[in-house]
């Protein structure tokens, strides 16, 4: 059986490596390496795990079930693989909120198995109580992770938008009374949390679980589409809190620091999203900005007229240019049309275009979701900038190219003080000499709000599929 010393020892190396990967990830030039940690980290702690349960079964465990959780390494190692080969840039997000929700469900079913045999654990003795201590870290593990697997199957589905089901669609769902019904569910929860504490009996366990995946469910449903990253990188954080209180109750120190780790670089990159939009965290969780539009504005939008061109005429307007900033948007994404807009920038370069791209931190449906894009068509890492980094050059820019961007680049954030992105900061092509705007329509964007952009003289509006928008631009530029 492997020595308690080593286990520790390989489930620090594998911590280090998690840390290493978190390093790496922080940058695009280093997130292949941040990859390639974290997937050694995972590999070491996976390997050291079945050691431990191979150790077990030579102490007299089952083959039985030994046999079972070999069969669930083999069928989860399984499906994950053939989700990660066959998921669609466009699909990202929603493979991410699968994913949460099933780390959520995983906290849940564990610690319903700590609860039903303490003694298989190592925390009690056969009927001896759990330890208090014990039951809080239950406590908190389960109601955490029966949040995160109902809000994240909630997030997948407003991430999809294909579902009929009205929770499912990206518009907020709301009534009167939702917060303090949210609040008295809440006070509910905790009350069975802590009379489960006191009594180690079923019932208060179950009405707590049951609760919480009730409350996952209201607290998302509010939430629009334009506020779904901050959601994405809020339920990260939900999974690894979850994971680390598992992880106190198994005395498992690697579940506990890699639980840790995701929940806090979580926390952190909500926060970071949030000050992104000028939002707080509790304004999105008690109610997202991405209300329909009324009638009255889609009719003004509607009537209003816009000046167009077409591939040609972008073509041209970039070739004569001296600087070409690209602002990608989730059109971009849903049209797969990354790697023709590095061919289009490959041509520009070649004409002696200075090209540049600005990405905006909630721009697509998760955080980085611009970068991952842009990296999978292998475009230089020396051309993308972040917002604070590039808007100050706005100004000097000859043309800018917005592909399927819509909010982020939205000029009411700082024009219109009763905007409800008022004080968003947002990419400021609008000061740029030429904006061009590729779009299939003039809908709006996932805040439900029209704009101004898109009717300024220096605006020239696109319209088509981006992919084929994008080749149309790369043959007259041949």
């Not at 518009?171 to 006070?187: C, D, S, W, Y």
């Not at 996952?216 to 509010?222: F, N, S």
């Not at 449906?365 to 894009?373: C, I």
């Not at 904006?435 to 709006?444: E, P, Q, T, W």
Request: proline share 4%; net charge neutral; aromatic share 8%.
């Amino acid at each position: 059986m492997i020595s308690a010393n080593l286990v520790t020892l390989l489930y620090l190396v594998a911590s280090v490596c998690f840390i290493q990967a978190l390093k790496g990830l922080s940058h695009p030039t280093t997130s292949r390496r941040g990859n390639a940690f974290g997937m050694i980290g995972m590999a070491i702690a996976i390997v050291t795990t079945a050691a431990l349960i191979v150790g077990l079964a030579r102490d007299g465990a089952t083959a039985a079930g030994l046999g079972r959780v070999v069969l669930g390494l083999l069928v989860g190692g399984a499906i994950g693989t053939v989700l990660a080969r066959k998921v669609q840039m466009t699909k990202m997000p929603e493979l991410i909120a699968f994913m949460h929700s099933m780390i959520g469900l995983a906290a849940v079913a564990i610690a319903t198995a700590v609860v039903a045999e303490p003694h298989a654990f190592g925390i009690a003795a056969v009927g001896a109580p759990i330890p208090v201590g014990n039951r809080l870290e239950l406590f908190i593990g389960t109601f955490v992770g029966a949040i995160t697997f109902s809000g994240s199957v909630i997030a997948f589905g407003k991430l999809s938008g294909k579902y009929k089901f009205r929770l499912f669609q990206g518009a907020p769902v709301v009534f009167p009374g939702q917060h303090m019904l949210n609040l008295l569910l809440a006070v509910l929860m905790l009350a069975c949390g802590f009379w489960f504490m006191a009594t180690q009996a079923w019932l208060p366990f179950i009405l707590m679980t049951a609760i919480a995946f009730l409350l996952g469910v209201l607290i998302i449903i509010p939430i629009g589409g334009a506020d779904m990253p901050v959601v994405i990188s809020m339920l990260n954080s939900y999974s690894g809190w979850a994971a680390a209180g598992i992880g106190f109750s198994l005395n498992n120190p690697m579940l506990i620091i890699a639980g840790s780790l995701v929940g806090s670089s979580g926390a952190i990159l909500s926060y970071i999203m949030c000050k992104a939009m000028n939002r707080s965290f509790f304004n999105v969780i008690l109610g997202g900005f991405g209300a329909e539009p009324s009638a009255a504005g889609t009719a003004d939008q509607v009537q209003r007229s816009v000046k167009s061109g077409s591939p040609d005429d972008a073509a041209f307007l970039m070739s004569n240019a001296e600087t070409v900033t690209i602002v990608p948007g989730y059109g971009l994404a849903v049209a797969r049309a990354q790697h023709a807009l590095k061919e289009l920038a490959a041509k520009l370069s070649a004409q002696g275009v200075t090209v540049k791209y600005a990405i905006h931190p909630v721009a697509g449906r998760m955080p980085g979701h611009m970068n991952v894009l842009l990296a999978e068509a292998e475009v230089p890492y020396d051309q993308v900038f972040e917002m604070d980094d590039i808007n100050g050059e706005f100004g000097q820019t000859d043309v800018v190219l917005v592909l399927g961007a819509n909010d982020v680049v939205n000029p009411a954030a700082k024009t219109d003080p009763n905007s409800p992105i008022a004080g968003m900061p947002i990419l400021e092509a609008y000061k740029a000499r030429t904006v061009i705007v590729n779009k299939r329509s003039m809908a709006a964007g996932y805040a439900g709000l029209d704009n101004e952009l898109f009717y300024m003289d220096k605006t020239m509006m696109v319209f088509g599929d981006a992919k084929k928008v994008l080749e149309d631009m790369v043959k007259a530029l041949e």
